[in-house]
């Protein structure tokens, strides 16, 4: 069963508070997710292999140091609000390609519509990060997940700022091997589906519209 991992750092506790805040306008909602998601992005790479390499310092000229092994890194924002989490992480993992993938709910089924997919060649050699602000029901994300397996991903990781209970349970019961991290793991849905306590449509939030 893949981990779930409630990213707890007091900057990411803090700076969420204010994006859950229903006063905070469209400019500081951005700022602040991009914040946050840089923050997670800290976090989520934590595990990220080293290897030793020799270089010269202007005191030695053999020192031994550590640098990143060059494991590959891909972000697939889910389109659209996940694009609003995208600016962060690249600002500390600049290497990372960027794939998307768009989806929308049918009105009558409310099943998850893939209607665009564009994703880096190799991305079956490729840690994938997924990304949404928001894991409600887990629909999205699993069509997601599922979308990157049916085209060869093996390593794929989930990063939402806020997720339902339900949300989660749904994604470890379809994609038992992803592990899922967060900022918040809330209390429920609601009878309309939302995340409660939440932060509203992050879409919306984001983007400025309704």
């Known amino acids: ?31 602040l997710v991009d914040e946050v998601s840089a923050l997670m992005a800290f976090e989520i790479t ?46 500390l993992i600049p290497a990372a390609k960027v794939g998307h993938v768009g989806l929308y709910r049918d009105p009558e089924t409310l099943q998850p ?11 079956e050699e490729r840690e994938l990060i997924v990304i949404d602000p928001m894991l409600a029901t887990g629909g999205s994300a699993n069509a997601a997940i599922q979308s990157l397996k049916t085209r060869g991903a093996r390593q794929i990781r989930l990063m939402c700022l806020v997720a339902a209970p339900e949300g989660v349970e749904e994604v470890q019961k379809e994609h038992p091997d992803v592990d899922i991290y967060l900022a ?9 589906g939302y995340i409660v306590p939440g932060l509203g449509d992050a879409g919306d939030r984001l983007f400025g519209t309704k």
């Open 1 to 31: 069963m893949g981990k779930v991992f409630v990213l707890d750092h007091p900057l990411i506790q803090h700076k969420l508070t204010y994006i859950r805040k229903q006063e905070t306008g469209t400019k500081e909602f951005r700022e």
């Open 46 to 91: 934590r595990d990220l292999p080293l290897e030793d390499i020799n270089i010269n310092t202007p005191v030695v000229e053999d020192a031994q140091a550590k640098v990143l092994t060059g494991k590959k890194i891909g972000l697939v924002p889910i389109l659209r609000a996940g694009l609003g989490m995208i600016d962060g992480i690249i600002q």
């Open 113 to 123: 519509v893939e209607y665009y997919v564009k994703l880096p060649s190799d991305i």
């Open 184 to 192: 918040a793991l809330d209390e429920k849905l609601n009878e309309k």
